[in-house]
């Protein structure tokens, strides 16, 4: 394991797009990680390998996340590193989205966050150690056209990270955002519904898009990477952050 990471970290959404990613990329370094998703066939394929251990959970389960924490804990060791990578994108405009477009955002992209912060952060404090990283967006700060539950979820979920690093500090712990633009994922392609990735890179003003000055979609490995940085050692200095990773799409 690389001297600069966790030796555990728990991974939520590790199943698919930048939660797989960050996952792939901790078992290179070396880490062993917990790997939460509520899909539990996507989650068995990488059960295959001996560093990881798959829990089929959702994280709107608070009891479950417990139990999790408490079995990990109790077999393998101390859990340092905390990535909430779980989220949905619910589409629509706010006049015309159902009902419960919003719970359903706020229900995974706050709440799994919140319900998992505290199952685990009581035990980095007393451990007076550890890192969380929350995939947020960038559409937290910047609003969209069609997207007004999930962004309103991610600027809510980035808020309580900070807040939570705020609580955290005294403790040693370090609590970062790392807020991804246009990625290439499922989550992405379902959004994108066959419409080709270079529009997105050209921007779409009808939606407030303004294109990313990169000229490319980012590749779930490049939000990986800022994210591995905040859970190592490397950023120690690093709390309350929120990184753009979105090719200059935002600022
Ligand atoms: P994805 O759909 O490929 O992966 C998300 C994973 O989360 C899936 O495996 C899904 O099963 C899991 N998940 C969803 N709800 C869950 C629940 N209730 N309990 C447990 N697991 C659950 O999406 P992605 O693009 O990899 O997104 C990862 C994170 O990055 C999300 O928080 C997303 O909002 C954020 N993000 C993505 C993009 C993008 O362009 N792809 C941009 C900005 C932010």
Redesign the pocket.
Known sequence: MSAHLPAITLV??????????IVGALVREGGRVVA????ER??AALSAQRSISVFP????DPAALVAIVEQVERELGAIDGLV??????PLGAICDAPESALRDAL???VE?LWSIARALAPRMIRRARGAIVT?????GATPRVGMGA?CAS?AAATMLTRCLALELAPHGIRCNVV??????????R??LDGASPSELVRGRPDAFKLGIPLGR??A?ED?AQVALFLLSERARHVTLQDVRV?GGATF
Not at 12 to 21: D, E, L, R, V
Not at 84 to 89: E, Q, R, Y
Not at 179 to 188: F, K, Q, R
């Open positions: 939520t959404g590790a199943a698919s797009g930048i939660g797989a990613a939460i998703d509520r899909d996507a989650l959970a959702d994280v709107r909430h990578a779980a989220g949905v994108l229900a995974v992209n799994g995939i947020s967006s960038n559409a999930y991610k807020s991804p633009g246009s990625t290439d994922t499922p989550m992405l379902r959004m979609v980012a779930p939000v979105d």
